[in-house]
C-alpha cells in the first residue's frame, strides 16, 4: 500500500450525538479540511474526515481511481456516522462540495455546507484541453493546488492533475445536474469572489439549483483553498453557527 502523506490522514472522531462528514477536494486531502473537523471536534462533535481514494498519497495512485471509488467513500463515512449519531451534516470543499451535494441529494441530512463547490458543469475549454491532452499520449497536467491568496500557504496537494480523474468529475458533475433540485435541506454556500479553480459562478448555480434555503457567505479575502486562506475564521464562525442552528 502506497503511503500517506504526513497530515492526509483519515480522522474519526467519537463525540456527542451530533455528526459532521467533512470531505476535501480533488487532488487534495483531509489536511486541507482538518481547521474544519477540529473545529467540530472542539465544539463536541462526532466527525468523519475520510481520505478519498487515490488522494492523499500519488498522483500516480489517483491515476487507477474515478469518481465512483470517491462517491463510494464518502458515502461510507456518512453511513457509518449516521450509525453512531442522532443528527448529521455534510461540509465539503471544491470536489468535496460535489460529493457534498450527492450525500445531500440522496440522504436526508439536517444541512448541507459547501465552500467553493464543483457543483457547475465543467468548462468546454477545460474538458477539450483535458481529452486532447489525453489524446496525445499525456496522464497528467499541471497542478491546480494551493490557490491562495495568503502568503506562504502551500497545499498539501498534487502538483500534477491526473487527465482521466478530472474527466471523470466532469463527466459526475454532468450527472448531478438532475439531483440537485433533490437537495432540500438547509444549505449553506460560501464563495470566493476570486477564485482560480471554481468559477464563483458555480456557487450561483448550486444557489438556484436547490430546492432548501439557502444562506451565502462571501469570502472576500480568499482563493480556492479558503479553509487554509485570510477567511478561514469565517469558515469555521458560519459553519459551526449553521450547523448548530439546523441541528437546533
Request: contains cysteine; glycine residues 8%.
Amino acid at each position: 500500500m502506497t503511503e500517506v502523506m504526513a497530515g492526509a490522514e483519515a480522522r474519526s472522531v467519537e463525540g456527542n450525538g451530533l455528526g459532521a462528514l467533512v470531505l476535501h477536494g480533488f487532488t487534495g486531502n483531509p489536511s486541507s479540511m482538518r481547521p474544519v473537523a477540529d473545529a467540530f471536534e472542539a465544539a463536541g462533535w462526532s466527525v468523519a474526515l475520510p481520505r478519498l481514494p487515490g488522494h492523499g498519497t500519488t498522483f500516480e495512485e489517483m491515476l487507477t481511481t474515478s469518481y465512483p471509488d470517491w462517491r463510494g467513500e464518502g458515502d461510507s463515512a456518512w453511513q457509518r456516522l449516521v450509525d453512531r449519531t442522532d443528527q448529521q451534516v455534510v461540509v465539503g470543499l471544491s470536489m468535496g462540495g460535489t460529493l457534498t451535494a450527492e450525500v445531500a441529494a440522496r440522504h436526508e441530512p439536517a444541512g448541507a455546507v459547501f465552500i467553493n463547490a464543483a457543483c457547475a458543469p465543467l468548462a468546454a475549454e477545460m474538458r477539450e484541453g483535458a481529452t486532447a491532452l489525453l489524446d496525445a499520449g499525456e496522464t497528467v497536467m499541471p497542478g491546480i493546488g494551493s490557490d491562495s491568496a495568503k502568503e506562504g500557504v502551500v497545499e498539501s496537494a498534487y502538483a500534477e492533475t491526473p487527465l482521466q480523474p478530472l474527466l471523470d468529475l466532469a463527466a459526475a458533475v454532468d450527472a448531478l445536474q438532475a439531483r440537485l433540485a433533490d437537495i432540500s435541506c438547509p444549505v449553506l454556500i460560501l464563495t470566493s469572489p476570486e477564485d482560480h479553480v471554481v468559477p464563483a459562478a458555480s456557487s450561483d448555480h448550486l444557489a438556484s439549483a436547490v430546492s432548501g434555503p439557502v444562506r451565502r457567505v462571501s469570502l472576500d479575502r480568499s482563493y480556492h483553498v479558503a479553509t487554509l486562506d485570510h477567511d478561514a475564521q469565517v469558515i469555521l464562525d458560519e459553519t459551526l453557527a449553521f450547523a448548530a442552528e439546523v441541528t437546533g
